[in-house]
């Protein structure tokens, strides 16, 4: 505790701190000055972490030592706390919003509520995925998660299915994954993981499918599970191993294709090295992306069908478990994420170009809110 609070109190000394970007044309996130009371209800930490973006060159892995720093304070038993009905805070978690909902096990995050500038960035980015649209036949796909609803209102905090609509043009495909309660979200949830797991994420495929005409989707021939303690994102980031659960996925029969990460042949995920248990177990790996494919610049699935459409998907981890699923309807399937394709490419992304190049039919958006409120997730879209 000693050391996070001097971590933060130097830097926001230290570092006055710019208060516009000329490039984004936006207000800049500034330190605040150090607040007890803000510390322990997390606001000041939330501020902190935008700061670090917006303020330092390196920002990012300034901020992964102040995660391990922040995320080795000691957390609480939640199944000794009196949690019936509503939130409660996890300390010694990364983010202080995240708690746990009717003490049920789940590891949620409490709905952010957005301030104004927050909105008009969401509107920003929002206009720059319309920009697509003028080039390509594009498609939209919201995931409402528990960054969207307030369980225990039963409604949702921000609407964001909404604001796609009022700030895109007529022209537009929408589809979202909509939660009626609390039940249907642990449906469609892990436990202890931010995405969606293999029931949910059919869900969303079926529903993609739905949307862009696809015509017989892959039907799933059976469940599968190495009977092995999965922990998700959310334990893990928030020391919290309390709460355990299995790694269930579908099996599906997927015909012959090629696989190219980051311009190379590649293998997307390790699906066969799972299913015959040809790895050591770690309860600490993060098995969903082992299972279904690490997020990368770019991946290109090839099913080597010239009489069928080439695909672009812009997305984030939510759409790892669903590529191979979808491109199986298309020739190639090109899936950007474009928090690090310039990073792998050492050029920035430019969707036009992009399009042209590569002969896209159509372009499908598979958005979350995480996706939608990154800078990262537009640029180049502009073009």
Known sequence: MIIALFLVGFLSIIKPGKLTSASENRKLATFEP???????????????????????????????VYRRIIGSLPTIDISSAICNGRYVELFGSVDYSRATFNCDEWIVFYPKILNDNEKDILKNNIKDYDKINKLVDTYYYFINDSFVY?????????????????NMSEKYHLGSLE????SEFKENFYKTDHHWNYKGSYRGYTEIAKLMGIKNPLVPTSVGTNHEIFFGSHARTTNNLNYKEEF????????????????????????????????????????????????????????????????????????????????????????????????????D???????????????????????????????????
């Not at 209102?153 to 609407?159: H, I, L, P, R």
């Open 34 to 64: 150090f607040d007890v009371g803000k510390f322990m209800d997390g606001s000041f930490q939330d501020n902190f972490e935008s700061a670090l973006s917006d303020q330092f060159i390196l920002s990012e892995k300034i901020r992964t």
């Open 150 to 166: 307030n369980f225990e209102t039963g409604s949702k905090a921000v609407d964001y299915v909404s604001m796609l609509k009022e």
């Open 179 to 182: 939660l009626e309660d609390f």
């Open 248 to 347: 269930y996925f579908y099996n599906f029969d997927i015909p012959k294709h090629d696989v190219y990460i980051d311009g190379e042949p590649g293998k997307y995920g390790h699906y066969e090295d799972y299913v015959s248990h040809n790895y050591v177990y770690n309860e600490k790996e993060n098995y969903y992306g082992y299972f279904y494919g690490n997020d990368y610049g770019e991946v290109v699935f090839d099913f080597n069908q010239p009489e069928k459409e080439n695909l672009l998907i812009l997305s984030n981890s939510y759409s790892n478990a669903i590529n191979k699923l979808i491109a199986s309807h298309f020739n190639k399937t090109y899936i950007i994420d474009l928090r690090h394709y310039s990073d792998v490419f050492g050029v």
């Open 349 to 383: 992304f430019s969707a036009k170009e992009y399009i042209e190049k590569n002969n896209i039919d159509k372009t499908l958006f598979i958005i979350s809110p995480s996706f939608i409120g990154n800078y990262g997730n537009n640029k180049g879209l502009e073009s």
